[in-house]
Structure formats: structure tokens, C-alpha cells
């Protein structure tokens, strides 16, 4: 049972003990983790929106904002679920964006056709 704190979702058990997550962490600061690593990844993201909007490009910042974003999709797979629910079809979704859009930025390092917004 998850059991919602104004911060934190901690399971329980039914002797009312919080759990140990796959990780070796309880699952309470599994959660932390996972949040801080995803506002990291919205900081990141507008700070590289920002230096877009200059036409600057922060090649240090875009590094931290796909890696972090991609940390985000990936610790979200370690939370306790059943089946294909919506919060992993959307972090399959971004996964393949992702690798996309790094595949773009190191690999052909956004030219040519991997250049196609001016």
C-alpha cells in the first residue's frame, strides 16, 4: 500500500513499516532521488531554452539537461508497477526522443539534416 506524505509517497507494509526499495534505498528517498534528478533536468531544460532563445548554444548545459532527463525516464522503471501503465508508455516515449535527440547532438553533431530548425 502507498501511503501519500506531503512530500514523499512511502509504501507500507501492513505492520505499518516502510520498505525497502530494489535499490538498497526505502522508497521514500528513492522518491527524493527521483525528484530532484527530474527538477534538475527542468532546470537544465530552461536554461538551454533560454541560451536557444539568444542563439547561444550551451553544449555543457544540453549534456546535464539529456542526461538528467534520461535518469528521470530511467529511475521512473524502478518504481513498484504492474503492466504497461500511462507513466511508462509516456517514459518509453521519451526514451526514444531522447536517444534521438543525442544521436543528433553528439553523433552528427546537428548538421546536415539532423539541422533542420534554422
Not at 25 to 49: D, E, K, N, R
Not at 59 to 74: E, N, R
Amino acid at each position: 500500500m502507498y501511503v501519500a506524505s506531503p512530500t514523499l509517497l512511502l509504501e507500507k507494509t501492513n505492520t505499518g513499516e516502510t520498505t525497502r526499495h530494489d535499490t538498497g534505498m526505502s522508497t521514500a528517498s528513492f522518491t527524493l532521488l527521483h525528484v530532484i534528478i527530474s527538477l534538475i533536468g527542468i532546470l537544465t531544460g530552461l536554461v538551454v531554452a533560454a541560451g536557444l532563445w539568444k542563439g547561444k548554444r550551451l553544449d555543457g548545459w544540453t549534456g546535464a539537461f539529456l542526461l538528467t532527463t534520461v535518469l528521470t525516464s530511467v529511475t521512473g522503471f524502478m518504481f513498484p508497477g504492474t503492466g504497461l501503465d500511462p507513466a511508462r508508455v509516456v517514459s518509453i516515449l521519451s526514451l526514444v526522443m531522447l536517444a534521438i535527440a543525442i544521436l543528433a547532438f553528439y553523433g552528427y553533431h546537428v548538421a546536415g539534416a539532423w539541422r533542420w530548425i534554422r
